[in-house]
């Protein structure tokens, strides 16, 4: 995106889900980056409705962005929700960057912890590691797995984009401690790994 080192970038979520065609989204994503919004994704439950494919979902909005880019000189990233079973996950996302993705998401509790590892293998692209299931993984106290140790393997596994929640947000979680301790597991040293981005929301 060519960003400044520790700049923010803010993102949207667009929710194709509520019967939005393939055109809507892309006039959405269109006036977000005339806007200044510098990451787009799709709503985790949109995966290839006959109202709004994938392919279709995907050329459209590239071109949209296209457009915007060349009247704000800014690039913007879109990540289509490519989430599906594990012996379909490579061709949705061959299909996805044919039509224009310069990014990929994919909850990997519906498609497995590996599908992170099979698209970093595969795709050099960003991926959103969409956590959508973790809070059911290890929320009883005592029992399940931290949050920390998910982000962990998420960032492990190949994720680039992981979501650390904000202080006070309706979802499940929320303290200071907790965003902060999920910050220095996505960015603190751990090797040769790259740092993951903190998404908050």
């Given at each position: 995106l060519g960003v400044k080192p520790g700049e923010l970038i803010v993102g949207t979520i667009v929710k194709p889900t509520a019967g939005l065609t393939a055109d809507e989204v892309a006039d959405i994503c269109y006036q977000a980056a005339l806007g200044g919004v510098r990451f787009i994704k799709d709503d985790e439950k949109m995966l290839n409705p006959a109202y709004c494919p994938l392919e279709a979902r995907v050329r459209r909005v590239a071109a949209a962005l296209r457009r915007a880019e060349d009247q704000t000189g800014q690039r913007v990233l879109y990540a289509p929700h490519i989430t599906t079973s594990p012996w379909r996950l490579a061709s949705a996302a061959e299909t996805a960057l044919r039509a224009g993705a310069n990014a990929l998401m994919v909850n990997f509790f519906a498609a497995g912890f590996q599908s992170l590892e099979l698209l970093r293998r595969q795709f050099e692209v960003p991926v959103y590691a969409h956590c959508g299931g973790k809070?059911?993984?290890?929320?009883?106290?005592?029992?399940?797995?931290?949050?920390?140790?998910?982000?962990?393997?998420?960032?492990?596994?190949?994720?680039?984009?992981?979501?650390?929640?904000?202080?006070?947000g309706y979802l499940v979680g929320g303290s200071r401690q907790e965003l902060d301790s999920l910050t220095a597991v996505l960015t603190g040293p751990m090797g040769p790994v790259p740092t993951a981005a903190p998404v908050l929301s």
């Amino acid at each position: 995106l060519g960003v400044k080192p520790g700049e923010l970038i803010v993102g949207t979520i667009v929710k194709p889900t509520a019967g939005l065609t393939a055109d809507e989204v892309a006039d959405i994503c269109y006036q977000a980056a005339l806007g200044g919004v510098r990451f787009i994704k799709d709503d985790e439950k949109m995966l290839n409705p006959a109202y709004c494919p994938l392919e279709a979902r995907v050329r459209r909005v590239a071109a949209a962005l296209r457009r915007a880019e060349d009247q704000t000189g800014q690039r913007v990233l879109y990540a289509p929700h490519i989430t599906t079973s594990p012996w379909r996950l490579a061709s949705a996302a061959e299909t996805a960057l044919r039509a224009g993705a310069n990014a990929l998401m994919v909850n990997f509790f519906a498609a497995g912890f590996q599908s992170l590892e099979l698209l970093r293998r595969q795709f050099e692209v960003p991926v959103y590691a969409h956590c959508g299931g973790k809070e059911a993984f290890g929320r009883e106290p005592g029992q399940g797995v931290a949050p920390e140790v998910v982000a962990r393997f998420a960032r492990l596994l190949g994720g680039d984009y992981f979501r650390t929640g904000v202080i006070g947000g309706y979802l499940v979680g929320g303290s200071r401690q907790e965003l902060d301790s999920l910050t220095a597991v996505l960015t603190g040293p751990m090797g040769p790994v790259p740092t993951a981005a903190p998404v908050l929301s």
